[in-house]
């Protein structure tokens, strides 16, 4: 994409250099229009500065058009929120702070996910080089994930205890992964996803009525 800045000075060479200065490239990298040339006025009186404007090709990151899309979707759904954005290891976090945090979450957090959802498919539509978008507001994420916790070594104490299976309420792939993942070395359990989407529910299974405990894919 082609942006560009306009910049004033004494002459059209200073006002030139004042933007080549302030984009940190060189001339042959920009292209230059003269907006307005430089009047000296009447004796020295009334004149007016140089006018240039300075176009050059720019190349948005991945977290810039993130950026662009979150902004272009809370103004269609009437919502603010300022946001921190990281980058690690192919993965861009963004923290969402707004004045009404639990109308970006939504109920158990299915605005959220549904934003993360938009988020990833925007950036990653028809192009290179994936990467994963998370999102969060108000510490959902993590509070969310130690509640998982709690409820799958609750629910595994259960199954130990009554010897039976135990199956949870849906929840999407990644909260099911927490729980698998919660439970992978519990003693006396496994578990396994079972049902379709958005439906797909996990089971907690007494070891002792099982086979040899699945594998990761057959846990999704």
Known sequence: MTKFIEVSGKTEEEAIRDALEQLGKEREEVSVEVVERAKSGF????GTPAVVRVSYEYTETKAERVKAFLEGLFEQMGT???MDITEADGTINIVLDGKDPGAIIGHRGETLDAIQHLANYAINRGGSGRVRVSIDAGNYRERRNESLVKLAEKMAAKVVKYRRNMTLEPMNSYERHIIHTALQDYEGV??????SEPNRRVVVAYEGKQAPKPTYREWR
Do not use: V
């Open 190 to 195: 496994s578990t396994f996803s079972t049902g």
């Open 43 to 46: 004796l020295g009186i009334g």
């Open 80 to 82: 603010e929120a300022d």
